[in-house]
Nanobody
Framework: QSQLVESGGGSVQPGGSLRLSCAAP?????????????VAWFRRAPGKAREGISC????????NYADSVKGRFTISRDNANYTVYLQMNSLKPEDTAVYYC???????????????????WGQGAQVTVSS
């Protein structure tokens, strides 16, 4: 059972927008909730390796983006509702992939795009960009 759940995927035309959400119904609450974790978004396109594309620290004060999405994607979090978002604008066909969110409890005050640092993963959400 996945500890995290992604939602908001779908199909969109090039230049369009989507917003992905990541929630953590599988984490033990109320003691351990998503606000304790740095969260990252990864994606895997068909025939390609998994790519870390964005992350945010537990407080939201630190973010990081891969060059491939910088300036187009924005990560944010609402700790009151234990949810992390990925706003994706100006989508391109090469953004087509399965998108995963992942939680990292070790990184404090910063975040990382290293997959090995993330203990919990979602099942993935398909994003398809096509005309």
């Amino acid at each position: 059972q996945s500890q995290l759940v992604e939602s908001g995927g779908g199909s969109v035309q090039p230049g369009g927008s989507l917003r992905l959400s990541c929630a953590a119904p599988g984490l033990a609450a109320p003691v351990v909730t998503l606000d304790y974790y740095a969260v990252a978004w990864f994606r895997r396109a068909p025939g390609k390796a998994r790519e870390g594309i964005s992350c945010i620290s537990s407080s939201g004060s630190s973010t990081n983006y891969a060059d491939s999405v910088k300036g187009r994607f924005t990560i944010s979090r609402d700790n009151a509702n234990y949810t992390v978002y990925l706003q994706m604008n100006s989508l391109k066909p090469e953004d087509t992939a399965v998108y995963y969110c992942a939680a990292d409890k070790t990184s404090v005050g910063f975040c990382t795009l290293m997959a090995a640092m993330h203990e919990y993963w979602g099942q993935g959400a398909q994003v398809t960009v096509s005309s």
